[in-house]
Each structure stands twice: as structure tokens, then as C-alpha cells.
């Protein structure tokens, strides 16, 4: 059977490119970067390259740049570290419902220790309101970490207009671009962010490797301490073939090639709604399909088709989507982003899934996927 | 030449719960050439406060055995409709003082419905699990269950109240076998539930205390504890936390001339008076009768308005030789060759005709000759 891969906001797989650069590093170069030796310069160069490439990738500075493991651990460092090194400046920090559990979790570990975190209603298209933003911010406020683009549903935050209100107030502005990093442009120094976190996964490049972008005014403690790696700020021996991985991955997604998925996916999406209604199937977008948004999510509310049933049969007949995050013990869990545009009684909740375009799905993978889906919910609907 | 059923369009969703009989079941199916899928029921939420459940290190086992297997495995949550239609009738039942058999419910309500249900979302032909049961079709069509073939792990009593269209849905791939032979297939084919260890207990209680367990969901209420006479002996910690015929608790003895261990004979669940009497066989515990009532038949109908069969009324007991009346379409009179010792309110009462179990329903009254038991 043929599998066609449609959970591309979970990870991607690796672009052709991205293998080259990392063969060749593990061949050719093996040494620690912060040796003084021939070895170790070979591979410190990698590095430098790599930087330079991450950092204009946001138009940042390469020294901005703090390689890491990935997102989950530039957001864990840029959240838990503000809140402790700026504990005396306030306590109130304001955030979204819908961020990924990397920030709610790190959040809900800080409100133990007794920070206050404000969290931002979104509406049905999972978007927030500048007036709630504005409502929200105070005196005590020390840092706002707001998602540019939601995993779930793809809506966007607006991350130039907080950016803007936070210009001449003491809180830092930290995103967690993952999901929007591949399709939208980002300039840190135009969004008035001070803190970003990326991972290379999400964009055809390797697992376990992101960066976290520090503007100059932060000051924080590194969240790993051990060696001077990453120039005190992030201890442990760099990966070299994973970096040289996630570079290449970078050097793959120009402005032009950024614009060129976003307006394709747009294409999926629409050709996904067009099979749909015109085999008379019931169906409904979770959140809105529009150009602006990280078209490379779509999920889809399938009334009367709970979720399990239509993620296993999809995937029994070789189709991978994503049917909302597992428990340990395989259990759905209700979706935190569609409880909070829907309500927890929305049927939306459990009869909904998300399909995920990436730079390898082709329109005959869409066709394939429409006709299969029609199949299943008209199966079940008559069950 | 030998004749090879090809099973290969045949899909069988097989209920995996990380044990090892369900990953037998699965293996066994999947070395007769079906079409096998795996999925992990999670019927009850027992998360602790560190985010931990025991379904977790279940669901990991089910991951293992279906790799090893090389079949697709997935999980789905019945929750909500084993708390709805399981647990609902467990407490109802412990509050109206009767002893409600819930894996019976189970079976019936999630594995054989809900489960079967979900399964047949999933294109299945057949569902399995891995009871200790076995069937086989006769000239007509019909399905008959039969006892499992080891005796001593026999699943019939929990599976009498399937339908025949629901048998018609269901294999049961290790009926024929041994419990140790089971064990030792799973071994040989490397399987990591192998040797582990047998749950025990109501599902949902699991190896917990459970007068603890049911004091969380029914308030006790302590009560005086006396003998059919009126004799007070002590008091008792609530009357859902004793079952017909199980030792009292109370010392040995009470008077010089009877010093046999002391039983519950009887609940009075108005007045909230536990009864007890003395001696293992106290008359009080022997019933000639009973009154069932929910009464449902594997091939779909009773052989007959009064026919004699053998019963089980409870798990793992011998059978007896019992005469079945039947009173209304689901209502029966059933009367005992011999008398039985402490038949319980809220039980099965199980008829088998030989091997084949032939349904059964839930006890209701118990007496003796003419005169009711005070049971409830």
C-alpha cells in the first residue's frame, strides 16, 4: 500500500539537500567545536556558516542566534528564563490559549511559583483580540509570549502590532515561530520581537536542532549550564551534522519559495473544499481559509464522524493525518486550541481533524486523500 | 491436497488490552493469513496526580506485541460509555444492595457493543479478544458458544448475555487452547506480555482496596448487624460492602455450644440490618429457587417454556442441575436439583446444555421452599 504523508505540521521529512550537507559533515568533519585544534576549527566553521545563514534568515545578527535542541527547549529557556531574571521587575505575564503545550507548560510551572499569566481568548477563527492584549497589559507585565502562527488551525497572531504597543513598555516579546517559520517572512528587528524560537524539523530539516533569537537587550541566564558552548548561553557540544542540516534546510526556503508554498497550500486547501462539496459531503473548516494564514494547516470538522474513526480508517487505507495529540495511553486528548475557538462541548472537539501540507505533498495526494475521505465519512455516516 | 482458507479480505479489529491473551489472539489470527488490526480500548480514567495512568504501561505492552506482530494498532476511548452504562449500574446495583457482576455489563455494553460498534467503523468482518470461550455454526447458521476448553479459565459465565448477532461478529482464537499453552506460544514467538501477570479483579478497581474504592463514589452507612432472631451482634460498615455468604468478620463463636465461624445470611436494606448466623452451610444460606429476570439466549431463544439444563450462579463454581420455568419473555423461575448455598441478588445465573452456554440473566430473589430469603 501506498502511504501519503499528510502530517506535515508534526514534522516533515528530510530534503534531498539537507541529507547531502549532513553525510558529508559526518564523513568528512567529526570534531568538537571548541577545540583549538585543526579538528575542531574545521567543525567551528561549519558552525559559523551555519549561524550566519540562521541569522539572516530573520534578519538577525549571528551572535542573536543561541543554537538549541529544537523549540520545545529555546521556549522552555526564553519563558522560564525571563520570568526568573526579571522576577523583580513584575510578576504578570500574558500569553494566548491556544500556544503549543511547550509554552502553556513552562507557563503553568511559573504560575506555581506565583507569576501571573494572562491568558488571551481567541475567537472561532482562532485569532485574538488587541483590545483584550491591550486590556491585559500592565505595569507588572515582564514578558508576552505570543505564537505567531497556531500548529492547530493556522491562524496568525499579530505579532507586529504587540510588537509596536511593547516598543516603549519594560516586556520583553517572545514568539514561537515553528509553524510560521517555513512560510513567512520574518524580520525580527521590523516585528519588534525580542526573543523567537525555531525548530529545523518542521522545515524538511533534521530532528532535535532548532535556535532561539535573542535580541541584545536580553539578559538571561542559559537554561542548560555546563560548558561555554553557543558563547556561555547554551551548554553541550554542538551538532555539527544536525546544524549543517538545519542550514541547508534554511538555504531551501527563500522569500520566494516561502510565498510560492503559502499560495499552493492555499491551492490544497481549496481543492480539499471544492471535492468535498461537490461529492455533497458535510464538512466545516476549524478556524478560516485565508491567504494570510499558515496555509499549510487545515482542519476539518466532520460532523457525525468522530475522530477516531476517521483518523484510523484514513490511515488503514494509507493516508496520515493527525487526529489532535495522544495521552500515554493512545487516548485522544481534547484539543486545548479547538475547546478554546468552539467551547469543550463543541462536537468540533472530537470530530475533527487536521490534514498538514508539506513541500513534498503533490495535488494527486490531495485528489487521492479527498476521494478516500469522501469514502469514509459517507461509510460512516450511513453506520 | 490440503485446502488454505485465504483470509487475507478478512478484517478482524482484535481488542488488545496488554495482556496475554489478547496478544495471542492477535498472533494467532494474524498466522491464519486475517487482515488484523489492533486497538486499545480505554474504558476508565484512574490518571494519578502526576498525569500517570495504569493504562500507559498497558498501551505500551499492545505497542510491542503488534510490532512484533507486524499489524497496525491504535487506541480509542470508551469512557464516557463505560461510566454511562457500566459504572451506572454497578452503583445502582451496590445501592439497592445487590452484587452487581459488572464484568458481565462489560462485555455486553462496551467489548461486544460499543467496541464491536467502533470496529465495524473500521470495515471489520470479525472482532476477537482473547476470552476463554469458544464457538462453532451449526447446518443453520446459527452460532453456539461453548465453554472454553481449560476449564479453569472458562469465560462463558461473562459472555452469556451476548446476542447471537453479536457471537456472529466474534472469533475466539484461543477457546480451544490451555491458559499454559497460551503463555507458552507467546513465548515462543517472543511476544513481551508473555509472562506477565494476569489482571485480577473488577477492571476498573484493578488489585485497589475495594471497600475504599466504593466508599470514594457511595456513601456508608453503618448499621446494626444481628441474627435472624433479633439477636444484636455487632455492627456492620455498610451493607454494599458484604456479599451473601461470605464470612462476617465477627470473632469465632459467641455462644459455648455453636462455635462455627460466623456468615452473612441476609441484608435488609430498609431497615440497613446486616444479617448473620453461624455455620457454612446455615440454612439460611441454602435456597431451593430463584427469580430471574434480563434473561437473554446466545442462539436467540430458550429451548423451551420449561426445560431442564445445568446453571452457574457465579463464576468458577460447579454446575448444578436446575429445572427452568420461563415466566415472561425475559423472566424465568429456575429451581435447583439440590440446594445451592447463598445465591446473590444482582448475579448471573448462567444454563449450559453440556458445553454450550445457552444464556443466561440476572438473580433477583432466592428462595427456600416458600418462604424468600432475606437477601435484600
Known sequence: ?383 | MVMVLDHSNTRVVVGMSGGVDSSVTALLLKQQGYDVVGVFMKNWDDTDENGVCTATTDYADVAKVASKIGIPYYSINFEKEYWDRVFQYFLTEYKAGRTPNPDVMCNKEIKFKAFLDYAEELDADYIAMGHYAQVTTDANGVVHMLRGADGNKDQTYFLSQLSQAQLQKSLFPIGHLQKPEVRRIAEEAGLATAHKKDSTGICFIGERNFKQFLSTYLPAQPGKMMTLDGEEKGTHDGLMYYTIGQRSGLGIGGNSENSEPWFVIGKDIDKNILYVGQGFNNPALMATHLDASGLSWTTGAPVGSEFHVTAKFRYRQPDVGVTVRMTGTDTATVEFDEPVRAITPGQAVVFYNGAECLGGGTIDHAYAQTRELQYV
Open chain 1, 1 to 383: 500500500m501506498k502511504h501519503i504523508y499528510l502530517d506535515n505540521a508534526a514534522t516533515t521529512p528530510m530534503a534531498p539537500a539537507v541529507i547531502d550537507a549532513m553525510t558529508a559533515q559526518m564523513q568528512a568533519d567529526f570534531g568538537n567545536a571548541s577545540s583549538t585544534h585543526w579538528f575542531g576549527r574545521q567543525a567551528h566553521t561549519v558552525l559559523d556558516l551555519a549561524r550566519t545563514t540562521l541569522a539572516a534568515s530573520i534578519n538577525a545578527k549571528p551572535e542573536q542566534i543561541v543554537i538549541t535542541s529544537g523549540a520545545t527547549e529555546a521556549n522552555n529557556t526564553a519563558i522560564m528564563q525571563t520570568a526568573h531574571a526579571r522576577a523583580s521587575l513584575g510578576k504578570h505575564i500574558i500569553t494566548t490559549a491556544i500556544e503549543h503545550l511547550s509554552v502553556l507548560k513552562p507557563l503553568a510551572a511559573l504560575e506555581q511559583e506565583g507569576f501571573r499569566v494572562t491568558y488571551l481568548p481567541v475567537n472561532d477563527a482562532g485569532e485574538i483580540s488587541l483590545a483584550d492584549f491591550d486590556a491585559a497589559l500592565d505595569d507588572d507585565t515582564i514578558l508576552v509570549t505570543m505564537m505567531m502562527g497556531n500548529n492547530e488551525v493556522g491562524s496568525v497572531m499579530p505579532i507586529q502590532a504587540v510588537g509596536e504597543r511593547l516598543r516603549k513598555h519594560q516586556a520583553w516579546f517572545h514568539t514561537d515561530a515553528t509553524q510560521a517559520y517555513g512560510l513567512l517572512a520574518i524580520d525580527v528587528a521590523a516585528l519588534g520581537v525580542d526573543l523567537l524560537s525555531v525548530s529545523a524539523h518542521k522545515l524538511n530539516g533534521p530532528k532535535g536542532v532548532g535556535f532561539l533569537y535573542r535580541g541584545d537587550a536580553v539578559t538571561i541566564a542559559p537554561l542548560l549550564r555546563g560548558g561555554e558552548q553557543e558563547t556561555k548561553r547554551r551548554a553541550g557540544t554542538e551538532n555539527i551534522p544536525a546544524i549543517a542540516g538545519f542550514a541547508a534546510a534554511v538555504d531551501l526556503v527563500t522569500p520566494a519559495e516561502k510565498a510560492a508554498r503559502q499560495a499552493k497550500y492555499f491551492g490544497f486547501k481549496q481543492q480539499i473544499i471544492d471535492a468535498l462539496t461537490a461529492a455533497n459531503v458535510e464538512f466545516a473548516v476549524n478556524g478560516t481559509v485565508k491567504p494570510g494564514n499558515l496555509n499549510h494547516v487545515f482542519n476539518l470538522w466532520l460532523p457525525g464522524c468522530s475522530t477516531y474513526a476517521v483518523q484510523t480508517n484514513l490511515d488503514l487505507a494509507g493516508f496520515a493525518v493527525s487526529g489532535g495529540s495522544a495521552c500515554t495511553a493512545g487516548s485522544l486528548e481534547p484539543s486545548h486550541v479547538l475547546t478554546a475557538m468552539y467551547g469543550a462541548d463543541s462536537p468540533r472537539v472530537s470530530e475533527s481533524i487536521r490534514v498538514s501540507f508539506g513541500a513534498t505533498t503533490t495535488s494527486a495526494d490531495i485528489a487521492a486523500f479527498a476521494s478516500a475521505l469522501i469514502k469514509i465519512v459517507t461509510k460512516l455516516r450511513k453506520h
